[in-house]
T-cell receptor
């Protein structure tokens, strides 16, 4: 089974801190994604990566950056956390190559609170 | 513009009753459609997906969904709901690297 793990389930940070959210997948997937989930808004894509060191902006990249130095690991970085970044963050991964590989596998999520 | 609409924010059904969750989408190309379920404190789990072929697709946990191109809909159904089905359900549309999710429907199951 595909396993996507996220480094923390709950995180509390202060305004202005630099925050790192880590995601690791163990199935050699090419694609990795970071989403933000807020009540009533569903999931919104922040960034995705289709290969090591490759990244593309999603719908809401402002205030975030990402890093993918190894295929299995995709990090989301909040350079200077703000209270409006309090949210649930979900990481996902998927295989590359044709329609049958479109399925995304999700991690358990990190609930981040910025005070 | 690509979008997914789940018109019902909350739904309550009695255990054993049938269930239908609605999903409408707007998508410029051939849609790949998905339903995910999220239990409290958990990530999303794929229930079923439609890529092509038979428009009625079967998923896990006894769920099914029907793709209706003329109505731009992909409604999720279950003939008899169990208490363990209480969760939040998300419809999604997209392909390859770009997916759009609905805002979710929270299902409550009455004993």
């Amino acid at each position: 089974d595909v396993k996507v793990t996220q480094s923390s389930r709950y995180l509390v940070k202060r305004t202005g801190e630099k925050v790192f959210l880590e995601c690791v997948q163990d199935m050699d997937h090419e694609n990795m994604f970071w989403y933000r989930q807020d009540p009533g808004l569903g999931l919104r894509l922040i960034y995705f990566s289709y290969d090591v060191k490759m990244k593309e902006k999603g719908d809401i990249p402002e205030g975030y950056s990402v890093s993918r130095e190894k295929k299995e690991r995709f990090s989301l970085i909040l350079e200077s956390a703000s209270t409006n970044q309090t949210s649930m963050y979900l990481c996902a991964s998927s295989l590359e190559g044709g329609e049958k590989y479109n399925e995304q596998f999700f991690g358990p999520g990190t609930r981040l609170t910025v005070l | 513009a690509q979008s997914v609409t789940q018109p019902d924010i909350h739904i309550t059904v009695s255990e054993g009753a049938s269930l239908e969750l609605r999903c409408n989408y707007s998508y410029g190309a051939t849609p790949y459609l998905f339903w995910y379920v999220q239990s409290p404190g958990q990530g999303l789990q794929l229930l079923l997906k439609y890529f092509s072929g038979d428009t009625l697709v079967q998923g896990i946990k006894g769920f099914e969904a029907e793709f209706k191109r003329s109505q731009s809909s992909f409604n999720l159904r279950k003939p008899s709901v169990h208490w363990s089905d209480a969760a939040e359900y998300f419809c999604a549309v997209g392909n390859f690297n770009k997916f759009y999710f609905g805002s979710g429907t929270k299902l409550n199951v009455k004993p």
